[in-house]
């Protein structure tokens, strides 16, 4: 079992950065796949990245060059750099894993692009 605490979002202006944190309660060096998702006001949720325990690394192609994910399993946490944010980008983001075939969420993260 593992409980996931999303952190890092808020406004920001169209062109600006936030980097996105997912704290999980036990260590996640042996959970092969973490992954961000976001789900757009009235949309479903879409997968954002996801890295494994392998370091192997996917972005969906709406933010390839302006996101990078990352693992720091010493403080047990993934994290999301977004750079070069557009208003498309306003979403709640979720981190989410999977743990012994079960799915794990966080509760979300607001971003807002926004002038």
């Known amino acids: 079992q593992v409980q996931l605490v999303e952190s890092g979002g808020g406004l920001v202006q169209p062109g600006g950065s936030l980097r996105l944190s997912c704290a999980a309660s036990?260590?996640?060096?042996?959970?092969?796949?973490m992954g961000w998702y976001r789900q757009p006001p009235g949309q479903s949720r879409e997968l954002v990245a996801s890295i494994t325990s392998g370091n192997n690394i996917k972005y969906a192609d709406s933010v390839k060059g302006r996101f990078t994910v990352s693992r720091d399993n010493a403080k047990n946490t993934m994290l999301l750099q977004m750079n070069s944010l557009k208003p498309e980008d306003t979403a709640t983001y979720y981190c989410r894993t999977i743990l012994n075939s079960r799915d794990y969420w966080g509760q979300g993260t607001q971003v807002t692009v926004s002038s």
């Open positions: 036990r260590s996640i060096a042996t959970i092969y796949f």
